[in-house]
């Protein structure tokens, strides 16, 4: 038997609050079963378009990386680095918000990355066509990887909103509704015994008066 809530008293209203509790306790553990749900169903949508993201991310990267080291091959680490430390950083990266089930997720938005030879702001001249192809590629990767950045911690909320909803669904099924059960029995039987003693007392009572 499931353990009794301590300090009840077996009153009607005491009864008739914790029937309250049972039916609102019933109600929040099918809404959450239900978000539970189809916080498990956006999970795993999110999580396969994640696949996708992630490979096509993983082959930019690994584009843009070999290019890097071609235009090394070319023009030497040293140069490389000299018009790495020459180009203007883009602009930063917005972040916003939706909501999924009552979770907020982030929503990243980058502005343009390709750009032009000139925007860049290394020279054109000492340098080659090899680094201009390497600077295409991450330019191409970097929104891949704000892309990837924002569906990643897309799930990483929304896991942790299932563990936290399941362990409330778990506390009301195995917990807080069998407790309330159990007092609401417990009651209405400690009820049931006072009426019996009570209708007893007055059956003594009324036989005594009539026996003077």
Same mark, same amino acid.
């Given at each position: 038997? %499931?353990?009794?809530?301590?300090?009840?008293?077996?009153? =009607?209203?005491?009864?008739?609050?914790?029937?309250?509790?049972?039916?609102?306790?019933?109600?929040?553990? =099918?809404?959450?079963?239900?978000?539970?749900?189809?916080?498990?169903?956006?999970?795993?949508?999110?999580?396969?378009?994640?696949?996708?993201?992630?490979?096509?991310?993983?082959?930019?990267?690994?584009?843009?990386?070999?290019?890097?080291?071609?235009?090394?091959?070319?023009?030497?680490?040293?140069?490389?680095?000299?018009?790495?430390?020459?180009?203007?950083?883009?602009?930063?990266? &917005?972040?916003?918000?939706?909501?999924?089930?009552?979770?907020?997720?982030?929503?990243?938005?980058?502005?343009?990355?390709?750009?032009?030879?000139?925007?860049?702001?290394?020279?054109?001249?000492?340098?080659?066509?090899?680094?201009?192809? %390497?600077?295409?590629?991450?330019?191409? %990767?970097?929104?891949?990887?704000?892309?990837?950045?924002?569906? &990643?911690?897309?799930?990483?909320?929304?896991?942790?909103?299932?563990?936290?909803?399941?362990?409330?669904?778990? %506390?009301?099924?195995?917990?807080?509704?069998?407790?309330?059960?159990?007092?609401?029995?417990?009651?209405?039987?400690?009820?049931? &015994?006072?009426?019996?003693?009570?209708?007893?007392?007055?059956?003594?009572?009324?036989?005594?008066?009539?026996?003077?």
């Amino acid at each position: 038997m %499931a353990e009794l809530i301590e300090g009840v008293n077996p009153t =009607r209203m005491e009864l008739l609050k914790l029937k309250g509790k049972v039916k609102l306790a019933k109600k929040g553990h =099918r809404l959450l079963k239900e978000k539970r749900d189809a916080l498990i169903m956006e999970f795993f949508n999110i999580l396969e378009e994640a696949r996708g993201v992630r490979r096509r991310t993983e082959s930019k990267l690994e584009e843009a990386y070999k290019a890097l080291i071609l235009s090394q091959a070319i023009l030497g680490g040293i140069k490389v680095r000299e018009a790495s430390m020459a180009v203007k950083p883009l602009d930063g990266v &917005e972040v916003r918000s939706r909501n999924i089930m009552g979770v907020k997720v982030p929503v990243l938005e980058i502005g343009e990355t390709r750009r032009t030879l000139i925007e860049r702001g290394y020279g054109i001249i000492d340098t080659s066509a090899q680094l201009d192809e %390497a600077t295409t590629k991450f330019e191409e %990767a970097l929104r891949a990887v704000v892309e990837l950045a924002e569906i &990643e911690k897309s799930i990483r909320l929304l896991a942790e909103e299932i563990e936290s909803t399941k362990r409330r669904v778990n %506390a009301l099924e195995n917990i807080v509704i069998p407790r309330l059960s159990a007092t609401v029995k417990y009651i209405k039987m400690r009820l049931d &015994e006072m009426e019996r003693e009570n209708f007893f007392k007055l059956k003594r009572i009324k036989t005594t008066m009539e026996s003077a």
